[in-house]
DNA sequence: CGAATCCGCAACGCTATGGTTGCACATGAC
DNA sequence: GTCATGTGCAACCATAGCGTTGCGGATTCG
């Protein structure tokens, strides 16, 4: 099977990215390195305890890291679970292309093998 | 700047990606090409009108299609926005990728210009 | 025609999600 | 020591998400 538990995860990962408070905290993550929760928040819309709860959720799903430093907390952003997210999009895509194949296959063989 | 609405169109993307049950949906359209909503119901754990709701919502992120087909209707994937998906988690690991070029580059040159 | 499918709409319930606020606890700066 | 900053915990609220059921309207098949 290509799918049990493996799906689950996928969609975590993706239920992860699918906000966009959470999104914009992951480029921020993306382009300028490890923060803290409040450097995050500033130039954000929501409380800082908002941004908090998303990092947890993304934490959650393996996309950022917490280290703790002195008195405040950085995030990292962990770009291997961006690549699994990719691989299964190749996944799905890959399977649209065969199918493709197949159907092509199909109508350019008028005469399949009789018997 | 890189991202206004164009983030939340990826959020959408994500969000409809983001549920185990419409990424059933998505793989089994990928693997098998179009069917209908009650033939994705078949295998599933849920009722059709929930698997028609899914359909609808990645519909709304431009993931799926329909098309009449006599007293049936036949959704489709739309494996565009499945690139669409892609080409957003390149722009976050190029981002990273440049991010820590910086870094190393900081930490292998011990003495910056002075002055 | 009648029967069997398949779709579309609407009402409803439950839970999770995203957000807020308030306050107590560490830790670093002066 | 004192003050400022940053974090952690908890309660609370509103709404959107996911799922169900029930029923009426098309459309194909016999």
Redesign the interface.
């Known amino acids: 099977m290509s799918?049990a538990g493996e799906?689950?995860a996928?969609?975590?990962?993706?239920?992860?990215?699918?906000?966009?408070t959470r999104?914009?905290v992951?480029?921020k993550?993306?382009?300028?390195?490890a923060r803290s929760a409040t450097a995050l928040s500033h130039g954000a819309k929501v409380s800082r305890q908002a941004i908090v709860k998303h990092l947890q959720v993304l934490e959650g799903a393996g996309l950022v890291t917490h280290e703790r430093r002195g008195r405040e907390v950085l995030y990292a952003?962990e770009?291997r679970r961006?690549?699994d997210?990719?691989a299964f999009?190749?996944g799905?895509?890959a399977?649209?292309d065969?199918?493709l194949a197949r159907?092509r296959q199909l109508v350019e063989e008028p005469e399949p093998p009789r018997r």
């Open positions: 799918t799906r689950a996928a969609a975590e990962l993706f239920f992860a990215l699918g906000d966009r999104l914009s992951v480029q993550l993306g382009a300028g390195g952003l770009p961006l690549d997210a990719r999009l190749d799905v895509s399977g649209w065969r199918a159907l």
